[in-house]
């Protein structure tokens, strides 16, 4: 029965893995998620269904256009590919129980803003300001314990970034101090300063990789949002344990 439900899970994960590219694609240029129809970028052709099966369109079609032949972005898959996959970790980790909800709105969140900040490097107010009603409500019925602890999450994020976007004079996006005031709530104070330190780590050895090897140059902007993405996730997921093993060392 559980590996019914998690299929099913997966099934739906890369299904709306399709839905979040188109999200994290066309809200930050202010277009409908609904009209026009997904069209090839490079012929304008509208796709079929069978064009538009997650994943799998992008595997029979070999990554190209059917009709043009035009490379197809592989972030389509990717994003599908991962969403699903965390759809199916969040209830491998955290059970079928209410919190499941929050998990599955968490990614679905992440997901949207890594694909927005990877196109345009935008974390749009818009789709934050939609999933905050979405967490205020579901932390209603399964809230943390203590309730408080996420007010003093999202307080602590927002004031954190705030002030390091002050003293770096820029340094931080405003999306990114309101994600992570968004995280704060979600997560509460100790997983949030976990994720916090978890992203900028994250961010700062991708850096170092890059220079390295040369696939960034120096002053060049990256997107932090898929840092972020990382951060939140290990955290959630998996931060109690790191918690633990961190004070084991320290002993």
Excluded at 164 to 192: E, N, P, Q, Y
Aim: charged share 10%.
């Amino acid at each position: 029965m559980n590996t019914l439900l998690f299929l099913l899970l997966f099934i739906y994960g890369i299904t709306f893995g399709s839905f979040f590219n188109v999200v994290g694609l066309r809200i930050p240029l202010n277009q409908s998620i609904v009209k026009p129809r997904s069209a090839c970028p490079s012929c304008g052709r509208y796709l079929s269904a069978f064009d538009l099966i997650p994943v799998f369109s992008y595997m029979f079609l070999r990554g190209k256009c059917r009709v043009c032949k035009a490379r197809i972005s592989p972030v389509y898959p990717v994003m599908e590919l991962l969403t699903g996959l965390l759809f199916v970790l969040a209830a491998y980790r955290i059970g079928w129980i209410g919190e499941l909800f929050i998990a599955l709105t968490l990614v679905s969140l992440l997901m949207i803003i890594t694909v927005s900040d990877i196109s345009y490097m935008i974390i749009p107010d818009k789709i934050l300001l939609f999933f905050a009603g979405l967490f205020l409500l579901e932390r209603i019925f399964w809230p943390l314990d203590p309730w408080w602890d996420s007010l003093l999450g999202a307080t602590i994020g927002f004031l954190l970034l705030l002030l390091i976007a002050v003293i770096s004079k820029g340094g931080m996006g405003g999306g990114d101090i309101k994600l992570f005031a968004l995280i704060g709530f979600v997560l509460g104070t100790k997983l949030f300063l976990l994720a916090f330190f978890l992203s900028t780590l994250y961010g700062a050895l991708f850096g170092v990789f890059g220079l390295l090897t040369k696939l960034i140059k120096r002053r060049q902007p990256i997107p932090f949002g898929p840092y972020i993405v990382a951060g939140a996730l290990t955290a959630y997921f998996w931060g109690e344990q790191l918690i633990e093993l961190y004070l084991r060392l320290l002993q």
